[in-house]
């Protein structure tokens, strides 16, 4: 009976070292900017370190990780963003991670741009996964006189 109290403490000391994902460092980002009064987009790639420009905001790229089972899947920047046409250009208007997967939920919040990361630039020698391979679908007799969906 002792053993049975003790098993949901174990099961959710368990958890957070399950939920654990390895994550691999990028040597860069690749971002999207967009000008919502102009509707045009720029894409800007950083290396870690390195700043660059959309349109009146400087962005400096502080780090960028990847999951090391999905490069391709997911990834996560530490951007510090700027206006230089603020009334204090060096006050940082973000600053903080933002994911690819979920912009929304760390955003940029100007109301001229928006800025998200798209992924990180791998390390050099860095393997994507292999995708599985894609069967064709078999060939489905169609009744010519019944309409297409």
């Known amino acids: 009976m002792r053993r049975l109290?003790?098993?949901?403490?174990l099961l959710t000391l368990a958890v957070p070292v399950h939920a654990q994902e390895n994550v691999g460092p990028g040597?860069?980002?690749?971002?999207?900017?967009l000008d919502k009064i102009n509707a045009e987009t720029q894409d800007l790639e950083l290396a870690t370190g390195q700043r660059g420009q959309i349109g009146s905001l400087t962005v400096t790229l502080g780090a960028c990780r990847y999951p090391l089972d999905n490069p391709a899947g997911d990834?996560?920047?530490?951007?510090?963003?700027?206006d230089t046409r603020a009334e204090n250009p060096e006050q940082p208007i973000f600053e903080g991670w933002m994911m690819a997967s979920s912009p929304a939920l760390n955003a940029l919040d100007h109301f001229r741009y928006d800025i998200w990361v798209l992924s990180c630039v791998l390390p050099e020698g860095a393997a994507l996964p292999q995708d599985a391979p894609v069967e064709a679908p078999e060939d489905v007799p169609q009744d010519p006189d019944q309409p297409v969906d």
């Open 27 to 33: 040597t860069g980002a690749l971002l999207r900017g």
């Open 5 to 9: 109290a003790l098993l949901p403490l």
């Open 75 to 82: 990834a996560f920047a530490f951007l510090t963003i700027r």
